[in-house]
């Protein structure tokens, strides 16, 4: 089993910044793929980010590209997704996932789930 733990979500004004983390633990050791997913009210969940943790590899979807990063640190097991110039539409849960696999974490059908933090953009 994984255990995912989001972190960072808030409110903030439209071009401003946030930055969300997710600590996995337990048996992460062969978790190959991780990413953000978001979903607003409404609307159907999307992938936003991913990255393959053995590698270099990266996916973001092309709304964010340019204003989000998606990283991470091994050593702490962490993930994280550094969003800057937020704007309304970016208004979200957003829920970090993994999985044995990145092309699955990528086509959307991760294995495990973190339990989601907010984030709103607003004036």
């Known amino acids: 089993q994984v255990q995912l733990v989001e972190s960072g979500g808030g409110s903030v004004q439209p071009g401003g910044s946030l930055r969300l983390s997710c600590v996995a633990s337990g048996y992460t050791y062969n978790v190959y793929g991780m990413g953000w997913f978001r979903q607003a009210p409404g609307k159907e969940r999307e992938g936003v980010a991913a990255i393959h943790t053995g590698g270099s590899s990266t996916y973001y979807v092309d709304s964010v590209k340019g204003r989000f990063t998606i990283s991470q640190d091994n050593a702490k097991n962490t993930l994280y997704l550094q969003m800057n110039s937020l704007k309304p539409e970016d208004t979200a849960m957003y829920y970090c996932?993994?999985?044995?696999?990145?092309?699955?974490?990528?086509?959307?059908?991760?294995?495990?789930w973190g339990q989601g933090t907010q984030v709103t953009v607003s004036s």
């Open positions: 996932a993994a999985d044995f696999s990145y092309p699955l974490l990528v086509a959307g059908s991760p294995y495990y």
